[in-house]
């Protein structure tokens, strides 16, 4: 609160000052010769004016200010009785509350916009920590899937296996809401990729994956590749990485792996994580911040 | 019963490419009823650790047990019984670190110290 009271004193101060011009005025057009209004602030810039109404006449009075004339004063005792106020009036007042309200408005969502601005270059530019990058998986359809299709949507790219007892599960089902969610946000404008990248591509066979995505959402890309390949992905991601590469056929294990969605900007860089603590209402709505942040920016977005 | 047998002879738990087919929701809602009757069963016996009490938990909830074994595959089952514990010690350690927490706050205000 004490951040945005300042301005708003800067803006009353502005308000004051902006009825005195033509306070000025007037008192020039009346009292040119008298010289001796004791309101005036600046009287070196006072009287060179007054100079300048006496050489060149009335023409030059408008040099000041671009705001219209009000009804000259005749006497002194209208001057007196318009100004018997001083600067303040109804207006005025309604003036610098609308202006105050409006102000604390805009420095709270401008604020917030920055923090996330803030957070979403946090893994751009040169030295910082890099989640994400190049890497060659394969979807279920058997056509290779790089970096380079996920680049120009938001992706929201999730690490696990079909085998988890407990967590992928609950997480998956998260998901399928924020699909659904983001999408009817964004009218279907088709720039947002959700991904599953399996972390155990023995057992995860395409077709294994894709009867399992199934029960929680279609749109759920599914990626698989050679132990390789994923563990390579999973570096990318910088996610711990702990299959087993030779297991007898017929044994049972489970894999440890993250629980984070990572979302991941048009660049493919790294925009934030999304974990447990966030239920699909407040995962969705971040996502959607950030969409929205990006498409202001006036950034370019693919929509096929 | 399900799809727990992990035997290599068992081909409805394998897709057409060699892949093993993990549970479908069905089987997982089931398998996590089988833990929760099972649990609730070892809590009435005030038994945590079904892996180092195994003898004991297999006596008394051998009913919750043989349900939750054929539910769940063995990987899962181990999982879950670890996870019991891992929860309790967690659960405890936070306890401990809130009581702590507060005897110190209490000692510190007895000395004439105030929370800001």
Redesign the interface.
């Known amino acids: 609160m004490a951040s945005t009271m300042r301005p708003l004193v800067q803006v009353a101060r502005q308000a004051t000052r902006s009825t005195l011009p033509t306070l000025e005025r007037s008192t020039i057009r009346t009292l040119s010769s008298q010289n001796a209004f004791p309101a005036l602030r600046n009287k070196t810039a006072h009287s060179a004016h007054v100079q300048t109404l006496r050489s060149n006449g009335v023409a030059s009075q408008r040099s000041f200010s671009s705001t219209s004339l009000r009804a000259k004063a005749r006497t002194m005792g209208q001057l007196k009785a318009r100004n018997s106020t001083g600067p303040f009036s109804w207006k005025s007042a309604l003036l610098f509350v609308l202006t105050g309200g409006a102000m604390i408005i805009y420095f709270r969502v401008e604020k917030e916009r920055i923090a996330r601005k803030r957070v979403a270059e946090m893994s751009k530019g040169v030295g910082r920590p890099k989640v994400g990058g190049p890497f060659v998986l394969k979807d279920l359809n058997g056509n290779q899937y790089t970096e380079e299709d996920l680049k120009g949507k938001y992706s929201l790219v999730y690490f696990g296996f079909t085998h988890c007892p407990d967590i992928c599960p609950d997480e998956l089902d998260k998901m399928a809401e924020v699909i659904d969610r983001v999408k009817e946000e964004t009218k279907g404008e088709n720039i947002f990729l959700p991904v599953f990248v399996t972390c155990d591509p023995v057992r995860d066979t395409p077709e294994v994956l894709r009867s399992y995505l199934q029960e929680f959402h279609s749109d759920i890309i599914g990626l698989t590749g050679t132990y390789e390949q994923v563990k390579h992905m999973c570096k990318q991601y910088r996610v711990y990485f702990s299959t087993p590469q030779n297991v007898n056929p017929g044994e049972d294990y489970l894999v440890d792996h993250s629980i984070y969605f990572y979302l991941m900007d048009p660049d493919n860089d790294f925009v934030e994580c999304i974990g447990r603590q966030d239920t699909p209402e407040s995962a969705s709505q971040l996502i959607m911040q950030h969409i929205n942040d990006w498409k202001r920016e006036g950034k370019p977005l693919r929509k096929d | 019963m399900g799809w727990l047998p992990?035997?290599?002879e068992s081909k409805t738990n394998t897709?057409?490419?060699?892949?093993?087919?993990?549970?479908?929701?069905s089987s997982?809602q089931k398998?996590?009823e089988g833990r929760d009757m099972f649990f609730s069963c070892l809590d009435n016996n005030n038994i945590l650790d079904a892996i180092k009490d195994d003898k004991e938990a297999r006596r008394k909830c051998g009913k919750e047990i043989a349900e939750f074994e054929t539910a769940?595959?063995?990987?899962?089952v181990k999982?879950?019984k670890e996870k019991r514990v891992m929860e309790y010690n967690r659960d405890k350690t936070i306890e401990r670190i809130k009581n702590e927490d507060a005897a110190k706050v209490q000692d510190l205000k007895s000395q004439g110290w105030a929370p800001r």
């Open positions: 992990w035997s290599s897709a057409s490419d060699g892949g093993r087919i993990a549970p479908d929701r997982r398998c996590w769940c595959s063995r990987a899962w999982y879950f």
